[in-house]
């Protein structure tokens, strides 16, 4: 099953030193039976599109959680066997599904990641997630406008060097 996990490039970065990665919160993101009935007429790429976009909007968080980490939105996408994900987990979002164990390095099929040029727009955004949360227009604002950035596909050999890039 193709699940989408939220990260940062600190996340990336120890991954490829573990091989493996245990998720904070097991979460990752997915093509559902919610998702596909919240988007009736979509088909299979416009619901993964649509797994991917709740994964980076997850990533804002993990950004907010490690000031350190730059200011890049990253989910990578894992082929995962369909017994170690689950579906019917508890949550507003459609897409959410939790993993059981870790996922491994061989499991990834690419990465998806902001664009250096982003950043400023991402750091805004998680800045507000607390302000947006509470129901301010404007810091919702700041969020819509990091989620307008595209997330560039990264071949999973890539992912060393741009983690190593980005400090």
Do not use: C, K
Not at 159 to 165: G, K, N
């Amino acid at each position: 099953m193709r699940v989408y996990l939220p990260a940062t490039l600190p996340v990336v970065a120890g991954l490829l030193r573990a091989q493996e990665i245990l998720l904070p919160s097991a979460r990752g993101y997915a093509v559902t039976p919610a998702l596909r009935e919240w988007y009736a007429s979509g088909d299979l790429e416009e619901l993964e599109y649509a797994a991917l976009t709740h994964a980076a909007r997850h990533a804002l968080r993990l950004l907010a959680a490690d000031p350190q980490a730059p200011r890049r939105r990253v989910v990578l996408a894992a082929e995962i066997p369909a017994e170690r994900v689950r579906t019917n987990v508890a949550g507003t979002d459609a897409a959410q599904v939790a993993i059981i164990g870790p996922v491994l390095v061989r499991e990834l099929v690419s990465g998806h990641v902001d664009a250096a040029s982003a950043s400023s727009d991402i750091a805004a955004a998680v800045a507000a997630l607390a302000a947006a949360d509470a129901g301010d227009d404007d810091a919702r604002f700041a969020v819509d406008a990091a989620e307008a950035h595209e997330l560039a596909w990264y071949a999973t050999q890539e992912l060393a060097e741009l983690a190593r890039d980005a400090g």
